[in-house]
């Protein structure tokens, strides 16, 4: 099992950044693909970004596409989501998710979830 902590979700102006991380309990860190996911008021939860064990497989929904960046260090047993050029259609409550199986865009295929971390950017 692990338990998994997300921080750095704040309200920040149209075209700033955030950078989030996911903190992971464990020795097994690097065992886990490791994923982003982000639900808004009134929607559906919507994948972000994930990444595999080793970093050399890197997914993006469209819609970040050239603004975010994952990373992970399996040094710190954390997971990052670095936030560019952030648009007010970006916030959401974050999540950072991990899978046993392997990176997907699919949230069913994550075992373990964080409390999620607000972001809200303004106009």
């Known amino acids: 099992q692990v338990q998994l902590v997300e921080s750095g979700g704040a309200l920040v102006q149209a075209g700033g950044s955030l950078r989030l991380s996911c903190a992971a309990s464990g020795r097994t860190f690097s065992s886990y693909a490791m994923g982003w996911f982000r639900q808004a008021p009134g929607k559906e939860r919507e994948f972000v970004a994930a990444?595999?064990?080793?970093?050399?497989?890197?997914y993006y929904t469209d819609s970040v596409k050239g603004r975010f960046t994952i990373s992970r260090d399996n040094t710190k047993n954390t997971v990052y989501l670095q936030m560019n050029s952030l648009k007010p259609e970006d916030t959401a409550v974050y999540y950072c998710a991990a899978s046993v199986r392997g990176s997907s865009r699919q949230s069913r295929e994550y075992d373990y979830w964080g409390q999620g971390t607000q972001v809200t950017v303004s106009s």
């Open positions: 990444t595999s064990r080793n970093a050399f497989n890197i």
